[in-house]
């Protein structure tokens, strides 16, 4: 496995089943090398047999949804890169796509109405200003804050004038859409209720709502409103006291949802439930109340689609006995039915797959799904949930991965100083001999809120094939392992989490095949923290790189695209307890360091702002110690997931670099950095 391979690799992404069960249309996500850019068209999979085909043939073509009737399917076309889409029309019996939309901020999340007749959407057109458009300055104007969150990650500064709000159009050549609410709030999540009287959608309608906990809401706004709303006439379904994240609408009033319930007392991770409401507004009932698991999430993967976007399989079986939902265990994220009555559930799918992304028939007979594992980014999957019967229609990555050999990936469990079991894997080269003794790599996850398990990490099957044991463990603050686990790190993060990761690494060295001096250590995010955090505390690491990471939490508190104002992860604001955000930043222990330290950041990164690398840097740098820093222009916190395919490419070959310079004494003289000493005492 090469990091060029990156550039050959096909995503399958948001994959939809028709009405009837017979048909699977998605979106085939590929990267064009010599724009350097991402592509994705429509592909059609019979459930039968036979190889997929090509709807669509456009750069830009995604988030395909099928009529009722199952003869027409909606789409968003996207006609140059990173430029608003409109949606089309895309007839199964032949013909060209249908423009439907021309709105100046384009249109997405299509949403049929159950009697075909209609399409709600999502758009951040704003009809006052847009229509005629208006004359755009020759240099952008100076922008007005009020708010302390007003930019994100991936997207930009927020333009307050153009939120994502609810449209609505008919289905038909020539149709004119209509706004159906406005002003200061988004919305998203656009569904119809069964009885297609409303259309329903996730808001969070509060005045300032980065003092508190999320609190999205399930609204719902009449299609037949003759003038846009802003709240006087929207009617609230569903509430708790927390964020729903996501909804399937049943018969009648019956609605399945994904959510935290949140405590009164802060917790710093809120382990979602599935909810059943029977009626609007009341209650619902928490069908994982007696199940310590997670929904609706899944595994942290470099591979996911980078572009097209899927969400996961929601919804009721036949008849609204049982709900289906994805449910994180252990690593994995599985497909599972839930009965209304009494809770109960039963996994459908394989623990060692992934499921990636999918969707259901509207009766819950069959889902289509994406499955990731240890050796694919991705397969097409067809489930028959009445029979259990799972069946694999298409892999876009046989032909490559025939060529590739990869090695045994093992799973391991082992006790943390306090007893807690902590789950890991070991990746091991294809041509691994447990006599020799081979250079061991940590790779740290972030979040700190997630987890690794069974999918397909490129990174670490590149430094495997170059020779590397590669481990990657899910230490006390990840997911899948229940609520206490999760929120044990909250006001101690990082803290104890160092010591499961050191314990990890322990633990394979025990096997005998390590070379105790040749042992490096990183991670992205909060993996990245962690990797600054465990360099002040030990020399054990021959080198480490630090990934898009945290290195001061106060400046982070001061400048992090989403606002840290509430007691979840500290207690108070820097300027009111300095003491508690310098204890746990690397940065002010950076005299301690003594490992060789590459830093990787992303200049447009606004989770955790290109400053916190500068900081690693230049304190290292001032104790004339090996550092040094690779920024890559363009980029956001998303560089290693979905940044340009070329910068992946790049920041895999710096990684494996810095690796190999220290840990296999391959010179490396454009970073100016010392020669690496591969003699020795083991360092403790």
């Not at 350097?36 to 085909?53: F, K, M, Q």
């Not at 006995?321 to 039963?346: D, I, K, P, Q």
């Not at 509207?362 to 499955?371: C, F, K, N, S, V």
């Not at 694999?392 to 590739?404: C, G, S, V």
């Amino acid at each position: 496995m090469l990091e060029d391979d990156l550039l050959r690799f096909i995503w399958i992404a948001d994959p939809r089943i028709s009405p009837d069960g017979s048909l699977v249309v998605f979106t085939r996500v590929h990267v064009d090398a010599e724009a350097d850019e991402y592509r994705t068209s429509l592909w059609l999979a019979e459930v039968d047999g036979g190889a997929p085909r090509a709807l669509t043939f456009g750069i830009g073509d995604s988030q395909p949804r099928w009529s009722p009737d199952g003869g027409t399917i909606a789409f968003v076309r996207a006609l140059e890169p990173k430029k608003p889409g409109q949606l089309h029309l895309l007839r199964l019996d032949g013909g060209e796509a249908i423009a439907l939309t021309r709105l100046e901020k384009g249109a997405s999340a299509p949403a049929w109405s159950p009697d075909g007749r209609r399409i709600a959407f999502q758009s951040g057109t704003h009809p006052a200003i847009d229509v005629p458009p208006r004359e755009k300055p020759k240099n952008e104007p100076g922008r007005v804050v009020t708010r302390p969150e007003f930019r994100w990650n991936d997207e930009g500064f927020t333009d307050f004038d153009h939120l994502p709000h609810v449209w609505v159009i008919e289905a038909r050549e020539g149709a004119t859409a209509r706004a159906l609410t406005h002003g200061r709030f988004k919305e998203e999540g656009v569904a119809w209720s069964a009885d297609g009287r409303s259309v329903l959608f996730l808001s969070d309608r509060r005045e300032e709502p980065w003092y508190q906990h999320e609190e999205s809401r399930v609204w719902a706004v009449d299609p037949d409103l003759a003038e846009p709303t802003d709240g006087e006439k929207l009617r609230r379904i569903a509430a708790i006291h927390g964020p729903i994240t996501a909804f399937a609408p049943g018969e009648g009033d019956r609605l399945l949802a994904v959510g935290a319930i949140v405590p009164e007392t802060p917790r710093s991770y809120d382990q979602r439930d599935l909810l059943l409401f029977e009626r609007p507004d009341h209650a619902p009932r928490v069908l994982t109340r007696d199940h310590d698991v997670e929904i609706g999430d899944g595994i942290s993967s470099d591979q996911h689609p980078p572009r097209g976007g899927g969400g996961m399989p929601l919804g009721f079986t036949r008849g609204g006995a049982a709900a289906l939902a994805v449910v994180a265990r252990h690593g994995s994220a599985r497909l599972a039915r839930f009965e209304a009555a009494s809770g109960a559930y039963e996994p459908l799918t394989p623990a060692d797959r992934e499921v990636i992304a999918g969707s259901l028939t509207p009766d819950g007979r069959r889902a289509a799904l994406t499955l990731g594992g240890f050796s694919r980014p991705g397969v097409l999957a067809v489930l028959d949930v009445e029979s259990g019967a799972l069946r694999e229609l298409w892999d876009p990555n046989a032909t490559l991965f025939a060529d590739r050999r990869l090695g045994e990936i093992e799973e391991i469990w082992y006790p943390a100083a306090d007893g807690r079991r902590i789950q890991g894997w070991i990746v091991k080269p294809a041509d691994f001999d447990p006599a020799k003794k081979y250079p061991l790599i940590l790779e740290i996850h972030g979040g700190p809120h997630a987890a690794y398990g069974v999918t397909f990490f490129h990174e670490f099957r590149v430094l495997a094939a170059a020779g590397y044991i590669v481990l990657h463990v899910n230490p006390r603050g990840s997911t899948t392992y229940g609520q206490e686990f999760g929120n044990v790190i909250q006001y101690r993060y990082p803290g104890d989490d160092v010591g499961d990761l050191l314990a990890g690494v322990d633990e394979v060295v025990r096997r005998g095949y390590i070379d105790e001096a040749r042992i490096g250590v990183t991670g992205g995010s909060g993996g990245g923290l962690l990797t600054n955090w465990i360099v002040t505390r030990t020399d054990r690491f021959a080198c480490a790189i630090t990934q898009r990471c945290v290195a001061d939490w106060a400046s982070m508190w001061w400048s992090s695209d989403f606002a840290m104002f509430t007691s979840t992860w500290f207690r108070k604001a820097p300027h009111e307890d300095f003491e508690e955000f310098r204890s746990r930043s690397p940065v002010y222990f950076a005299d301690r360091i003594r490992t060789p330290l590459m830093i990787i950041h992303s200049e447009e990164d606004w989770r955790t702002p290109i400053g916190q690398g500068e900081a690693m840097f230049r304190a290292l740098k001032r104790q004339r110690k090996p550092v040094v820093m690779v920024r890559f222009p363009g980029e956001s916190h998303e560089l290693s997931r979905s940044g340009v395919p070329s910068r992946r490419v790049q920041n895999q070959r710096h990684i494996r670099r810095w690796f190999d310079h220290w840990l296999m004494g391959v010179p490396a003289p454009e970073y100016a950095c010392e020669e690496a000493v591969l003699t020795g005492e083991p360092t403790t």
